[in-house]
């Protein structure tokens, strides 16, 4: 295998974000598009120069041809479809939360296994140059020992009838943009928190259209984070040591203009991260598993433990209790 020849799973507007890196690719190639219709599939392939369309997502995994998976459908689908790829000895980038419980992403590791497939999710700023910046830099110890990890990421959900306000598809602001913030403080700790509480405000369909939630780590180390539907667009990361503060404006979602700030009392410091497209490391990475057989960068384990922390954050927040993750 010396390509990876992929699939589109769906018509999803996400789709945009990988095919740009797909084709800038030597490793990769474009090969399929699938749609729940053969009329939706080929008009989008038309619209995208895309070589084959197929009319389901069966048959898109029953060409011999491809041998990667591009899973952009609604949340609730992650785990049925990613079992499906595997199983067909397809490679799977599945996107963001990889799925809605422990016990499906434990489905999907015995999957990756028995089929010797990689199986990755798609956590793009994983990848990014600022990402890999703002580890090397807290390494280096430049804001001291880490005291708490602030951060938030919210938008106005406008359109009417998105499955991210529908319960039975995943929706809810914590699955949707809550996984950045929570993801971002576990990798930025480096450990995982003893202790979760989360509060929320459901909307009239019943999923969180405003999550706040807490965590506290065994060594002390405390975090906060917000996310919801209802307010304008912020994304931010701000991590607090006790010899400085790291401020990150686009933590999520870097591209250009990566400022990492760096506050000693009033002196500040702004350090360049290299710009990169978003969307690259994670099909590089996949490259890199899938036909050099290097370790991916977001192992499953590291995505169950994210969806593990989003369970008991919804828990506390429906029982108003505190969960303890001990
Ligand atoms: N990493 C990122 O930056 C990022 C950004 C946005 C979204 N996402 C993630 O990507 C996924 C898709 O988000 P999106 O906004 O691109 O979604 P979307 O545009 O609504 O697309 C979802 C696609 O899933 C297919 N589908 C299959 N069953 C469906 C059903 N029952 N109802 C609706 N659609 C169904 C449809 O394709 P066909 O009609 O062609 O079959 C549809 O186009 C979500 O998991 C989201 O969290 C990630």
């Avoid at 434990?106 to 580890?135: C, G």
């Avoid at 959900?157 to 929570?182: F, K, N, Q, T």
């Amino acid at each position: 295998m010396d390509k990876l020849r992929w699939g589109l799973l769906s018509t999803a507007r996400i789709n945009r974000a990988v095919i740009s890196p797909i084709r800038a690719s030597k490793r990769s190639e474009l090969v399929a598009v699938a749609s729940r219709s053969q009329a939706n599939a080929e008009a989008y392939a038309n619209e995208w120069d895309i070589p084959r369309a197929f009319g389901s997502y069966e048959a898109l995994l029953a060409d011999p041809d491809i041998n990667a998976v591009y899973i952009g459908l609604p949340n609730h689908l992650h785990a049925e479809w990613s079992i499906k790829c595997a199983a067909a000895g397809k490679h799977v980038l599945c996107e963001k939360p990889l799925a809605l419980s422990t016990a499906d992403v434990d489905r999907m590791i015995a999957a990756a296994k028995q089929y010797r497939v990689v199986i990755a999710e798609a956590f793009m700023y994983k990848h990014h140059p600022q990402t890999l910046k703002v580890l090397e830099l807290l390494k280096q110890r430049v804001i001291g020992d880490l005291l708490v990890i602030k951060g938030a990421f919210t938008f106005s959900l406008a359109r009417s009838g998105d499955v991210r306000s529908l319960p039975e598809m995943g929706g809810g602001s914590i699955w949707d943009v809550g996984c950045y913030p929570i993801s971002y403080t576990r990798l930025v700790a480096g450990e995982e928190p003893i202790e979760a509480l989360g509060w929320q405000v459901l909307g009239l369909t019943g999923v969180d259209e405003v999550f706040v939630g807490q965590l506290r780590f065994a060594d002390g180390l405390l975090a906060q984070f917000e996310c919801g539907f209802r307010s304008p667009y912020r994304a931010w990361m701000e991590i607090v040591g006790t010899a400085g503060t790291m401020w990150l404006s686009k933590p999520f979602k870097p591209e250009t203009d990566n400022w990492i700030v760096i506050k000693h009392g009033d002196r500040v410091e702004s350090i360049e991260a290299p710009s990169q497209d978003l969307y690259q490391g994670e099909i590089e990475d996949m490259e890199n598993a899938a036909l050099g057989g290097k370790p991916q960068r977001v192992p499953l384990e590291d995505s169950r433990a994210n969806v593990a922390l989003i369970k008991a954050l919804l828990e506390s927040a429906q029982t108003g209790k505190l969960v303890s993750l001990k």
